[in-house]
């Protein structure tokens, strides 16, 4: 089993809500060709709802998964410009019993890194979350 997870709860609620925004151009999620960027209003409460829920959900998973064979591969550590980290390919590679061997995509990344980029209230945003345990997941 692979448990894919993000680190950056705030990353992956602002790209769930990106992925209803108006684009300059068709786009399909698993593109080649670079996109370019939107950004939107993001509710700090319901942000915070929302990384509230996702956080007490990856709680379950570990407490259910507990038993069972799985390897864990966190986003923003397991890619590599177009290629996957060698530790994660190696895991992948470990769980499925294949050869080591370097594995690469043609995909390019959607969103860019910086969350100022994408969230347009995102003084508002920031303000709302210092202070919280979800601040970490700040630029």
């Known amino acids: 089993m692979i448990h894919l997870r993000r680190e950056n709860l705030l990353k992956q609620y602002v790209s769930k809500m990106l992925l209803g925004a108006k684009r300059e151009r068709r786009w399909q999620p698993h593109t080649t060709k670079k996109v370019p960027g939107v950004s939107i209003h993001i509710s700090p409460t319901a942000a915070i709802k929302e990384m509230q829920r996702v956080r007490n959900q990856f709680l379950e998973f570990e407490q259910l998964l507990s038993h069972h064979h799985r390897i864990e591969l966190v986003y923003e550590t397991m890619i590599n410009g177009q290629s996957l980290?060698?530790?994660?390919?190696?895991?992948?590679?470990?769980?499925?019993?294949?050869?080591?061997?370097?594995?690469?995509?043609?995909?390019?990344?959607?969103?860019?890194?910086?969350?100022?980029?994408?969230?347009?209230?995102?003084?508002?945003?920031?303000?709302?979350?210092?202070?919280?345990?979800?601040?970490?997941?700040?630029?």
């Open 85 to 139: 980290s060698n530790e994660a390919a190696e895991k992948i590679c470990e769980l499925f019993q294949l050869n080591p061997a370097p594995m690469h995509c043609d995909f390019v990344k959607i969103n860019p890194n910086e969350l100022e980029l994408m969230v347009k209230n995102y003084d508002e945003l920031a303000s709302a979350l210092r202070g919280t345990e979800f601040e970490q997941f700040l630029d």
